[in-house]
């Protein structure tokens, strides 16, 4: 019957699907490698920056291995190379290619932090600076993120006059609005408070007139009695 046979070839394509998910799970939950948000960061000519690199591992690590690689339009090259024995061992240094490089990371407390400082920055040092780890607990599946270094003669001062400008027009018309609203709801009050005692007055005035032109239920409607 060819509508069985659909059927069963249906079945082996989902049961194929949920295989390949089973297995892509492990890996969608695996190590993950961070250098922070920013992508780019500048260092003036000179002096020293910190590259930084932090790692986290659902499944945990042993004999974790550790490198950082540089590389610009010309230039490849391992900078360092480690290795971490495990959750409880710090960092351990197997390799380096540049003695101005120093490892400045720690496992501990979780924090499995393996970023490098590099001193005496030269404008040669401009170019991308990856950071790679393997887990042989995850079939050593090689995991990276890169940040872009930029050696530059001095760091250019940010103008933030307009920034501040615009900060206090805003504020200025935020608090005009919540002080016009603050006004109109005082006047709003006055005016109750004002038609309030309007109608006390009014109700008032009515007793005394119905009093003066003897109505029923004024004093007036009182008479004295007949002397027969």
């Known amino acids: 019957m060819p509508?069985?046979?659909?059927?069963?070839?249906?079945?082996?394509?989902?049961?194929?699907?949920?295989?390949?998910?089973?297995?892509?799970?492990?890996?969608?939950?695996?190590?993950e490698v961070s250098v922070g948000k920013a992508t780019t960061i500048y260092a003036v000519n000179g002096t020293e920056i910190l590259l930084p690199c932090t790692f986290t591992s659902c499944f945990g690590f042993q004999n974790l291995r550790f490198w950082w690689s540089y590389n610009s339009s010309d230039t490849f090259k391992i900078l360092i190379d480690g290795i971490v024995k495990n959750e409880k061992s710090?960092?351990?240094?197997?390799?380096?290619?540049?003695?101005?490089?120093?490892?400045?990371?720690?496992v501990k407390e979780k924090v499995n932090n393996i970023s490098?400082?590099?001193?005496?920055?030269?404008f040669s040092d401009t170019g991308k600076y990856t950071c790679h780890v393997k887990n042989p607990k995850e079939n050593y599946?090689?995991?990276q993120a890169t940040i872009f270094l930029q050696v530059v003669d001095k760091l250019e001062e940010v103008d933030n006059t307009v920034t501040l400008i615009i900060l206090a027009v805003v504020g200025g018309v935020i608090g005009l609005l919540i002080f016009i609203l603050l006004v109109k709801k005082f006047i709003a009050f006055i005016i109750k408070k004002t038609q309030e005692k309007k109608k006390e007055c009014l109700v008032s005035s009515s007793g005394n007139d119905n009093?003066?032109?003897?109505?029923?239920?004024?004093?007036?409607?009182?008479?004295?009695?007949?002397?027969?």
């Open 116 to 122: 490098i400082l590099l001193r005496n920055l030269e």
């Open 3 to 31: 509508g069985a046979g659909h059927r069963g070839a249906a079945r082996a394509r989902w049961l194929g699907t949920g295989l390949l998910g089973l297995f892509l799970l492990p890996v969608s939950l695996s190590l």
């Open 90 to 106: 710090d960092p351990k240094v197997k390799l380096k290619d540049d003695d101005r490089i120093t490892l400045e990371g720690s």
């Open 211 to 228: 009093t003066e032109n003897g109505l029923p239920g004024s004093k007036a409607e009182e008479k004295a009695p007949t002397k027969v």
């Open 141 to 143: 599946l090689q995991h």
